[in-house]
């Protein structure tokens, strides 16, 4: 029993040796090989945007916002080339657009826009008006001084400020009747505008004007007034800044200041002002003393 069990056995195991034998080896599998990808290309750098063109195209752009801006930027870049376009744009819907056209074409000195920004002090909107009083200014457009003139009674105070600031700028003599108007008014705040703005004119008429103001009821009307004479190298306004010199006023003390610097005398401006300054406490007012005792100091032949 245990014999024939025994030879079971081995016949069993010499039949899976031959069927194993039999059988077809399979092929070792192939290594998986991993493709390369291509590399993406470099991105090309933006091409650069001309801020000029960018600009032109701005004036376009449907939205009102959009045009003032551009127009602004037109400014700043300051390219007379660009003022057939901003011309365009004093026709525009939106009057900021309109004034910031105006103010561009100021700031470029296109003068040939002169008389569409002229025509442009008769616009509705009291913005656009502001605007093309300060353009026919900055152009010192001498054409401009008899209209500039008739705003200075306009009911709008920006408007009649704007128009006395470029009549100052413009510095005609055909505008004189229009100062001595507003130099004579009963507003004591027109008078100090006035005076402000003739001190500021480097012509003997302008001085002319302003030199029987030496004796204005206000103050400031005074000081305008002397420091406009003093520019023009007339001294007849020393005594009244040296007077100015103890006002509570820190503004009239710098003024005073100023004047004695362009027209003071060793004799008497010169004392005058050095006790002043060693008791000024105001830094600006200690600052344009100390610059004006420099300016009397080094001026060549002064008595």
Known sequence: MAKSLTLGLLSLLLLLGSAAAKEPSKPAAKPIRSRARPAKAAPQPAKPVDPYAAALEGLKAS???????AAEQLSRLGKPEAA??????????????????????????????ENAILAALDDKAGSV????????????????????????????PSLRKTALEAL????????AQDFQSMLDDKDVKARQDAAKAAAAIPSPWA?????????????????????GLARAGDSSGESIAVGLLDSS???????????????????????????????EKADNVKAAMDFALGQIKSRPGLK
């Open 63 to 69: 939205d009102p916002m959009a045009r003032r801006q």
């Open 207 to 227: 001085a002319d004007l302003l030199r029987p103001k030496l004796k204005d009821a206000d103050v400031y009307v005074r000081a305008y007034a002397a420091l």
């Open 129 to 156: 008006r502001c605007a093309a009083a300060g353009a026919l200014g900055t152009l010192r457009a001498e054409k401009a001084a008899s209209r500039l003139g008739s705003l200075l009674k306009d009911p709008d």
């Open 168 to 175: 100052s700028r413009i510095a005609s003599s055909e505008s």
């Open 249 to 279: 006023d820190p503004e009239v003390r710098r003024l005073a200041a100023n004047i004695l610097g362009s027209a003071g005398s060793r004799a008497t401006g010169l004392p005058a002002l050095e006790k002043a300054a060693e008791s």
């Open 84 to 113: 057939p376009a901003l011309l365009e744009r004093l026709a525009d819907d939106d009057p900021l657009v309109r004034s910031a056209a105006i103010d561009a074409l100021g700031s470029l000195q296109a003068r040939e826009a």
